[in-house]
C-alpha cells in the first residue's frame, strides 16, 4: 500500500511556523510555482524534498503521510 503525501500538514507547518511557500520553496531548493503545482496536487515531491522538509520542521517524514 502506498500512503499519500498530505500537503495540508505541510501547508499548516508553514504557517505554523510563520513562513510562506517561497520560504520553502528556497529551502529546499525548487522554484515558488513548482512548489504551488506541488501543494496543489498537480506535481509530486520528491523523495528528496520531503526529506528536506522534514529535516526543516524537525519532523519524522512519516507525519507528513498520516
Not at 498530505?6 to 504557517?15: H, N, P
Not at 523523495?47 to 503521510?65: C, P, Q
Amino acid at each position: 500500500m502506498v500512503k499519500e503525501l498530505k500537503t495540508s500538514k505541510i501547508r499548516g507547518l508553514i504557517a505554523e511556523h510563520g513562513i510562506t511557500q517561497k520560504d520553502l520553496a528556497e529551502i529546499i531548493g525548487i522554484s515558488e510555482q513548482s512548489m504551488n503545482l506541488k501543494l496543489k496536487g498537480k506535481r509530486q515531491f520528491k523523495a528528496n524534498e520531503i526529506g528536506k522538509i522534514a529535516r526543516y520542521f524537525d519532523i519524522e517524514v512519516d507525519f507528513l503521510f498520516n
